[in-house]
């Protein structure tokens, strides 16, 4: 069995005591892998690529609760829009607004957290802190009805650097605590940033939600 669920059962243990939420991020694995960790409890999965996430879901137990956790281009998500719990990836109003039109088509209300840009890196997406601010403070996210904004998202750099992964964190958190004094406070909740090489300082910085994949999975092998 490739699933570690010692690893897994360790992991629950820690984030029970201060109440974070775990999505396993399976991408690229086995449906099995998926079974067993729904098996011994697991319900909130984590995907990166739309077509792999239909079929999966198309194959997997009902109650399973997708997080689509990639780079989502407009033009795909009218395939996950029937059935996505969360959309994590969030990174532009012309998103925001596709998805709230493929959320008015289905008779839904689809939950997403914005993706905040924290990492040094220029290939990871998501908006920068004044551009996200000058969206909440504009009123603009509320004529999206179909849409619940739910929280934020953020990844730090790949860096050997812990400071730096700790600076960007608390960045991080900071902008989340001033779009809670905006946004209303009975939806607005999630702060979904760590992996599994940082989600312990994540968590130390405040995030309620990790995403964690290789600790759980194993190494992802993108050969295939
Ligand atoms: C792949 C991925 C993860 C999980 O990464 P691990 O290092 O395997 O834990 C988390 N978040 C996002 C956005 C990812 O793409």
Do not use: C
């Not at 395939?79 to 996505?84: C, R």
């Not at 493929?102 to 993706?115: F, S, W, Y």
């Amino acid at each position: 069995m490739s699933v570690n669920t010692n690893a897994y059962h360790q992991i629950k243990n820690e984030l029970s005591t201060s109440g974070v939420e775990l999505v396993a991020v399976s991408k690229t694995k086995p449906n099995q892998d998926i079974i067993d960790l729904y098996e011994i409890g697991q319900r909130d999965f984590g995907e990166n690529y739309v077509q792999e996430l239909v079929d999966k879901a198309a194959s997997l137990p009902q109650d399973i609760q997708w997080h689509f956790i990639g780079h989502l281009q407009s033009n795909k998500v009218k395939y996950i829009a029937p059935f996505v719990y969360l959309i994590h990836g969030v990174d532009s109003e012309k998103l925001l607004q596709e998805i709230n039109k493929q959320a008015i088509k289905h008779n839904r209300v689809i939950h997403i957290l914005l993706q905040v840009h924290i990492a040094s890196e220029e290939t990871k997406f998501g908006f920068d802190a004044n551009s996200l601010m000058e969206f909440i403070q504009s009123g603009r996210w509320s004529q999206y009805q179909n849409i619940v904004i739910k929280g934020l998202m953020g990844m730090a750099s790949f860096t050997e650097d812990m400071n730096q992964v700790i600076n960007e964190f608390s960045s991080l958190s900071h902008l989340f605590q001033q779009v809670k004094n905006i946004l209303p406070t009975t939806t607005f909740k999630t702060l979904s940033m760590g992996m599994s090489s940082d989600y312990a300082i994540a968590i130390q910085e405040g995030s309620n939600m990790v995403r964690i994949g290789s600790l759980l999975f194993g190494a992802r092998d993108y050969a295939k």
